[in-house]
């Protein structure tokens, strides 16, 4: 699905994880006069992070080249969620470190 042009996903919060999103969402105005409130980046990554899909790690993989992300936040929110090891096994995955 898309909003002018950009896509977009719902998601439903069922996890402590993503529930934590939702209270940190804010507002983002995306194209003609529609707003969608939107988690911040390090909370988007935790919760691919915590899905581990293929897309997932693609997504993972653009926040991270792209630099667009609080490396301390996102450390501190996934050893908060247990996901800190997920992580550094992705990161070693960009590196070419190790097989999927």
Known sequence: ????GWPIQFLPAAKPIEMEAIDHAE???LADGVNAFVPPPEYLMAIAIDLGRPKDLI?????????VY???MLES???EHGLLAKWQR???LFKGEQSP
């Open 27 to 29: 507002e983002q105005p």
């Open 1 to 4: 699905m898309g909003v002018g």
């Open 90 to 92: 992705c990161l070693a």
């Open 77 to 79: 929110l996934l050893k």
């Open 70 to 72: 609080d490396p301390e």
């Open 59 to 67: 997504r993972l993989q653009q926040f991270h080249e792209g630099q």
